[in-house]
């Protein structure tokens, strides 16, 4: 098993520009979490899907943030207009379903907006 | 909903030595608490977690304790080598959700 694949592993982009995060989560979980982790706010939900379905947003900034998980093997976050203050690393994680299992985490995008 | 402490932040060991991380957690309601190592750089990975139906839970030189009725858990480690420093983070899963909310870390920093 691959483990949660995601990428770029490194972005850089300027302000003002959208930058897209890809996340292909471990086959048959079907649970997707995307954090976000920086040093002054720690490991922080964005948004969670359950079998493809949105379930909580609660966690997304702004309006600029928006995901989406077409089908079982793929989500995105796309941030549009990016702003310096979203440098960070993002990660995604899968678990099997709902219930009591730890998150198994993907390698993380480290984004910088300059 | 759920809140979890974590202590301390930092702690630093000579080689050799045990490291204690206590984390606290207010939803009585939670019933599973993993416990995370992220290396500098990497990915946060699962070592170890506990059920609310167990006491204590080992793997080899790490345990984990859990008290239901004062509301902590801790993580011990044994024998500590230079590669057991890292960032652990505990998190405690809340009964009315299956999302859990995560400490903010503690720095382990094991010196040779």
């Known amino acids: 098993d691959a483990g949660v694949i995601q990428s770029p592993r490194h972005e850089v982009t300027e302000m003002g520009q959208e930058v897209t995060l890809r996340c292909k989560p471990i086959s048959g979980h079907n649970s997707l979490f995307w954090y976000r982790q920086t040093m002054m706010r720690g490991l922080e939900l964005l948004i969670y899907f359950n079998n493809n379905v949105p379930i909580d947003d609660s966690g997304m900034p702004e309006d600029r943030f928006s995901a989406k998980m077409p089908n079982a093997s793929f989500s995105t976050l796309k941030i549009q207009p990016s702003e310096p203050r979203d440098s960070a690393v993002y990660f995604c994680?899968?678990?099997?379903?709902?219930?009591?299992?730890?998150?198994?985490f993907g390698s993380g995008t480290r984004l910088t907006v300059v | 909903g759920e809140n979890v402490e974590q202590h301390p932040s930092t702690l630093s060991v000579q080689e050799g030595d045990s490291a204690v991380i206590k984390c606290t957690y207010s939803d009585s309601a939670s019933n599973y608490f993993p416990w995370y190592k992220q290396e500098l750089g990497k990915r946060p990975q699962l070592i170890i977690d506990i059920r609310s139906n167990v006491g204590e839970k080992k793997d080899q030189r790490i345990a984990v304790t859990l008290n239901k009725t004062a509301k902590h858990f801790s993580l011990h480690i044994t024998e500590t080598q230079p590669e057991d420093s890292a960032v652990y983070f505990c998190?405690?899963?809340?009964?009315?959700?299956?999302?859990?909310?995560f400490g903010r870390g503690t720095s382990l920093i094991v010196h040779p």
């Open positions: 994680a899968s678990i099997p379903a709902q219930g009591n299992y730890g998150y198994t």
């Open positions: 998190a405690a899963r809340g009964g009315g959700s299956y999302i859990p909310t």
